[in-house]
Nanobody
Framework: QVQLVDSGGGLVQAGGSLKLSCVVSGRRLSHYGVAWFRQAPGKERELVAGITSSGMSIYEDSVKGRLTISRDNFKNTVYLQMNSLKPEDTAVYYC????????????????WGQGTQVTVSS
C-alpha cells in the first residue's frame, strides 16, 4: 500500500516562499508520477504541478516561473518550492502519486496525501 504524507504549509506574506514536501512510503517512488493539486474554498481542485517518473515536469499557467516541482527518488520524496507567493495561491495543497493508465496513456493518481494548508496574506 502506498502512503503519502505531505507537509510544509503555513502562513506567509505575499512575495514570500514555502517548500512543501511529500514523503512516499510502501513502494519505490521512482515508478510513480507525482503531482501537487490545490483546492481553495469554493473552488474545484486543480493540478498545480506534476513530475513524471522520468523527471519531466508540467505546471499550471498561473504558477509557471514561481513554483518548482522536484523529486528525490533516494529519499522517496517530492518537493514543491513555492516562491513569489500571492494571496490567490491560498489553498489546501495535496500531493498525489500514480501510474500511467494503459488505456488513456495518462497518469491516474490513486494515492493521496492528507493535505497541507498554505495561506498567503496580502
Amino acid at each position: 500500500q502506498v502512503q503519502l504524507v505531505d507537509s510544509g504549509g503555513g502562513l506567509v506574506q505575499a512575495g514570500g516562499s514555502l517548500k512543501l514536501s511529500c514523503v512516499v512510503s510502501g513502494r519505490r517512488l521512482s515508478h510513480y508520477g507525482v503531482a501537487w493539486f490545490r483546492q481553495a474554498p469554493g473552488k474545484e481542485r486543480e493540478l498545480v504541478a506534476g513530475i513524471t517518473s522520468s523527471g519531466m515536469s508540467i505546471y499550471e499557467d498561473s504558477v509557471k516561473g514561481r513554483l518548482t516541482i522536484s523529486r528525490d527518488n533516494f529519499k522517496n520524496t517530492v518537493y514543491l518550492q513555492m516562491n513569489s507567493l500571492k494571496p490567490e495561491d491560498t489553498a489546501v495543497y495535496y500531493c498525489a502519486a500514480g501510474l500511467v493508465s494503459e488505456t488513456s496513456g495518462e497518469y491516474e493518481y490513486d494515492y493521496w496525501g492528507q493535505g497541507t494548508q498554505v495561506t498567503v496574506s496580502s
